[in-house]
């Protein structure tokens, strides 16, 4: 079972840009792994942000402003949020996940509070 | 509008069992595959469960395999989860959500609470 690490909380300052990280146990190659990323507030369910594989091979949610951006660096064997722009609502728990094979995996996530 | 609504969740003993549903509406049910997510009290999103657009392929996470079941009706647009012999960590609200053309999670319910107690 692969395992998705993400940092339990980050902060950043309105108008600055957050950078969530969410990297993948080393039995499994993030460059070969579709990355979405989903937002969740309080009392709230989640809410699909995006997925990303590669420059060419993404997506954005239904809605999603575009200053959500993601990356991978292989290099690290993680998957990036970039959430340029930050503001107030922008405040939430972000989860990472994978999709193989009709098994899916979340990773921890991450709270990020704008400060 | 599309819209997921679960329903089904309460309070039961550990051993007892619950089936939830999740009624769908605004999309063409039979086109999308499924799934379940669940969320303990102040955890993190757990995947638990999937069905094919026919229910004739699931799968489950190891924690829930051989108690959980997963199944739909598409004539009825709906999708259940029977919970068998359930435990204190079986607490948690469970979500059901469409499983994407990317296979994302593209929309989620509201979710329904499945408290396990004694």
Same mark, same amino acid.
């Given at each position: 079972?692969?395992?998705?690490?993400?940092?339990?909380?980050?902060?950043?300052?309105?108008?600055?840009?957050?950078?969530?990280?969410?990297?993948?146990?080393?039995?499994?190659?993030?460059?070969?792994?579709?990355?979405?990323?989903?937002?969740?507030?309080?009392?709230?369910?989640?809410?699909?942000?995006?997925?990303?594989?590669?420059?060419?091979?993404?997506?954005?949610?239904?809605?999603?402003?575009?200053?959500?951006?993601?990356?991978?660096?292989?290099?690290?064997?993680?998957?990036?949020?970039?959430?340029?722009?930050?503001?107030?609502?922008?405040?939430?728990?972000?989860?990472?996940?994978?999709?193989?094979?009709?098994?899916?995996?979340?990773?921890?996530?991450?709270?990020?509070?704008?400060? | 509008?599309?819209?997921?609504?679960?329903?089904?969740?309460?309070?039961?003993?550990?051993?007892?069992?619950?089936?939830?549903?999740?009624?769908?509406?605004?999309?063409?049910?039979?086109?999308?595959?499924?799934?379940?997510?669940?969320?303990?009290?102040?955890?993190?999103?757990?995947?638990?469960?999937?069905? +094919? $657009?026919? %229910? /004739?392929? &699931?799968?489950?996470? =190891? +924690? $829930?395999? %051989? /108690?959980? &079941?997963?199944?739909? =009706?598409?004539?009825?647009?709906?999708?259940?989860?029977?919970?068998?012999?359930?435990?204190?960590?079986?607490?948690?609200?469970?979500?059901?959500?469409?499983?994407?053309?990317?296979?994302?999670?593209?929309?989620?319910?509201?979710?329904?609470?499945?408290?396990?107690?004694?």
């Amino acid at each position: 079972q692969p395992v998705l690490t993400q940092p339990p909380s980050s902060s950043a300052s309105p108008g600055e840009s957050a950078r969530l990280t969410c990297t993948l146990s080393s039995d499994i190659n993030v460059g070969s792994y579709n990355m979405y990323w989903y937002q969740q507030k309080p009392g709230s369910p989640p809410r699909y942000l995006l997925y990303y594989f590669s420059g060419s091979d993404k997506g954005q949610g239904s809605g999603v402003p575009s200053r959500f951006s993601a990356s991978k660096d292989t290099s690290a064997n993680t998957g990036i949020l970039l959430i340029s722009g930050l503001q107030s609502e922008d405040e939430a728990d972000y989860y990472c996940m994978i999709w193989s094979s009709n098994t899916y995996v979340f990773g921890g996530g991450t709270k990020l509070t704008v400060l | 509008e599309v819209q997921l609504v679960e329903s089904g969740g309460g309070l039961v003993q550990p051993g007892g069992f619950l089936r939830l549903s999740c009624v769908v509406s605004g999309f063409t049910f039979s086109d999308y595959e499924m799934s379940w997510v669940r969320q303990a009290p102040g955890k993190g999103l757990e995947w638990i469960s999937y069905t +094919s $657009v026919t %229910g /004739r392929t &699931t799968n489950y996470v =190891d +924690s $829930v395999k %051989g /108690r959980f &079941t997963i199944s739909r =009706d598409n004539a009825k647009k709906s999708l259940h989860l029977q919970m068998n012999n359930l435990t204190v960590e079986d607490t948690a609200v469970y979500y059901c959500a469409r499983v994407g053309n990317n296979h994302g999670f593209d929309i989620w319910g509201q979710g329904t609470m499945v408290t396990v107690s004694s």
